[in-house]
């Protein structure tokens, strides 16, 4: 536990001091390929250190961060005789030396020259890569500091001879390695492949499903629209017109015109004389008399 919480907190450090040096070359050159790069030391000496402190420190060397990590890592999992698991921690920091600390800053800011005259990172960059590689050689140095923020009380010493000697012959054997086979090291111009390379082709088979299925079944179903959907609708829509003005309004309007016409009959009737409306109700009471007698038979 104590191995791996403190090599997490060293490596978060040094990979973003890596980070930082790899995007200050890209920043300052507009170069992304090491086969595009090469000869920037002479432009970008502190670049160049800060960023060698973070291969260093990545790379397990003595005196940086990684060492008294890594290596408290790689001790425990010897002490549980998980042999496998030491071997292939012990092989993944040769790697990385030999990926990040040799090939990578050879090719970047060493090797042939490739006539960029690039100049240092703003002070801004060069303050926090400076700030990160403080950081990794202090805590390389003091190890101290970085055990007492650790969970559980730490028994281990990462400065013995044995350790220092045999972290040093795996590291220069990577290193004569690397001379070795510089040659076939050099990098190619290529494309690699990155997990972006899914959803890039993921677009294009999107795009492509956009505009060919999907095109052409909305251009069918718009043309069945056009053709016979719209002229079923407009017919049906001027049908039920006809038949809201021909039968629907014409029977309320003919309810209407009828009432009106029967009122203006009935007004007709309505003289407006004192004398007519006392004969019609004579007339009425003579009316009703006779209805009576004739009903009562007598």
């Not at 060293?10 to 595009?36: C, S």
């Not at 690039?118 to 002070?123: D, I, V």
């Not at 990462?158 to 690397?178: C, K, N, Q």
């Not at 039920?240 to 629907?248: A, L, Q």
């Amino acid at each position: 536990m104590n191995g791996s919480a403190s090599h997490a907190f060293a490596h978060i450090i040094y990979k973003g001091l890596l980070f930082m040096g790899a995007g200050a070359v890209i920043h300052m050159t507009g170069k992304r390929l090491l086969t595009d790069m090469g000869g920037l030391y002479r432009t970008m000496p502190w670049t160049v250190v800060l960023y060698m402190v973070g291969a260093f420190a990545i790379s397990a060397f003595p005196l940086f961060s990684g060492f008294v990590s890594k290596s408290m890592v790689v001790a425990a999992a010897g002490e549980d005789h998980l042999a496998a698991v030491a071997l292939l921690l012990t092989l993944a920091s040769s790697g990385t030396f030999l990926h990040t600390g040799l090939k990578l800053p050879y090719y970047m800011f060493f090797g042939r020259d490739s006539g960029i005259e690039a100049k240092e990172p703003p002070a801004n960059m060069l303050t926090a890569m400076g700030i990160a590689a403080v950081l990794c050689i202090a805590i390389g140095v003091f190890p101290g500091m970085l055990y007492s923020l650790l969970p559980y009380p730490v028994h281990f010493e990462p400065y013995t001879a044995a350790h220092v000697t045999g972290s040093l012959g795996i590291l220069m054997f990577t290193a004569l390695g690397f001379v070795l086979l510089l040659r076939q090291l050099d990098p190619e111009r290529t494309i690699s492949l990155d997990t972006d390379w899914f959803y890039r082709k993921g677009a294009r088979l999107f795009m492509w499903f956009a505009e060919k299925p999907v095109a052409l079944w909305e251009g069918a179903v718009s043309r069945l629209a056009d053709t016979a959907v719209l002229p079923f609708l407009h017919g049906s829509a001027r049908l039920g017109m006809k038949t809201d003005m021909n039968v629907v309004d014409a029977c309320v309007n003919g309810v209407a015109r009828t009432a009106l016409a029967w009122g203006a009959s009935l007004r007709r009737l309505q003289t407006g004389v004192v004398t007519h409306y006392a004969m019609a109700m004579v007339g009425g009471v003579v009316a009703g008399i006779a209805v009576y007698f004739v009903v009562s038979g007598g």
